[in-house]
């Protein structure tokens, strides 16, 4: 069956990093988008960073220049590299893989492609 497995949370003081990993399985996501949003408790789901599958990156205005996205396609993994982290980027962070035609209407609510299972990110002053 497919997967997507998301390691890499947990709590971090401000200003520092964490790398969240997210690997497939029962499936090769090529030509694909992968994707990372996040959801804090009372607020949208949020797209916060994307790879398409040319190998173009788009990014949240606000992570721009502290989060970076990069995949390794022989391992079937894409990876959320943050720095700089901040108290407001505290979220519920989930990976997919979502075709760039599909309808999002949530962390996890999409009617095609594959989520992780979420992963807590936790930034204390």
């Known amino acids: 069956e497919v997967q997507l497995l998301e390691t890499g949370g947990g709590s971090v003081q401000a200003g520092g990093s964490l790398k969240l990993s997210c690997t497939a399985s029962?499936?090769?996501?090529?030509?694909?988008?992968r994707r990372w949003y996040r959801q804090a408790p009372g607020n949208e789901c949020e797209l916060v960073a994307t790879?398409?599958?040319?190998?173009?990156?788009r990014y949240k205005e606000s992570v721009k220049g502290r989060f970076a996205i990069s995949q390794d396609n022989a391992k079937n993994t894409v990876y959320l590299q943050m720095n700089s982290l901040k108290t407001e980027d505290t979220a519920v962070y989930y990976c997919?893989?979502?075709?760039?035609?599909?309808?999002?209407?949530?962390?996890?609510?999409?009617?095609?492609?594959?989520w992780g299972q979420g992963t807590q990110v936790t930034v204390s002053n």
């Open positions: 997919a893989a979502v075709p760039g035609w599909a309808d999002v209407a949530g962390c996890g609510k999409s009617d095609f492609g594959y």
């Open positions: 029962g499936f090769t996501f090529d030509d694909i988008d």
């Open positions: 790879i398409g599958s040319d190998g173009s990156t």
